[in-house]
């Protein structure tokens, strides 16, 4: 049997003891052990915001990146930065990748890390021409070490996932790679 523990008492946390801040710990514990069922639920509701003028909505567009990269080869942390490379794109539609990006950060490597965060730059070469926007933008990257990787992912695992015939994988085929990502400790890397 599980025994909650009670609140703390404090309003202000400079007012606290060590007795509530172990049991705000504890607490804290429970609910970072819950991040990667966090992180497919979250996956699984920006289904319900539609298309967004694409022919697939964005879980559609997100198990079809994490399946072209896992039929690939691509190493398990990569399948899963594909997974979630448009997680933001709700709650931070100007700013997508930073979100994604902090999100994995702490889980995965700095290269890994800094491709997700730079992806809709990257992206832009695919369309931006089309909308009156410079396709050319990623340039400013250009010489960085994972310029090329930047790239390739998005030309293999972003730009192309838009299909609605492709037979991408169910999101129970990444729930154990999300939770061996997500379940690890944390690097702050």
């Not at 930047?150 to 999101?171: Q, R, S, W």
Request: proline fraction near 6%; hydrophobic fraction near 40%; aromatic fraction near 12%.
């Amino acid at each position: 049997m599980d025994i909650v523990p009670r609140p703390v008492t404090f309003t202000r946390m400079q007012d606290g003891s060590p007795e509530e801040f172990a049991t705000v710990k504890l607490a804290e514990r429970a609910q970072k052990a819950e991040l990667p069922h966090r992180i497919i639920v979250a996956l699984t509701a920006i289904e319900e915001e539609g298309v967004g003028g694409y022919q697939v909505n964005r879980t559609q567009h997100s198990l079809q990146s994490a399946t072209r990269a896992f039929r690939a080869g691509e190493e398990t942390d990569y399948v899963v930065a594909a997974l979630i490379h448009d997680i933001g794109d709700i709650l931070a539609p100007y700013s997508h990748g930073e979100l994604a990006a902090a999100v994995i950060k702490p889980f995965v490597s700095p290269r890994i890390t800094w491709i997700l965060r730079n992806h809709p730059i990257f992206s832009m070469y695919y369309y931006a021409h089309f909308v009156g926007g410079d396709r050319n933008v990623r340039e400013r990257f250009r010489g960085h070490e994972w310029f090329d990787d930047a790239v390739y992912f998005c030309e293999n695992y972003d730009e192309n996932c838009f299909d609605p015939d492709y037979d991408n994988l169910p999101m129970e085929h990444f729930e154990p790679m999300v939770h061996e990502v997500f379940g690890r400790e944390p690097t702050f890397g």
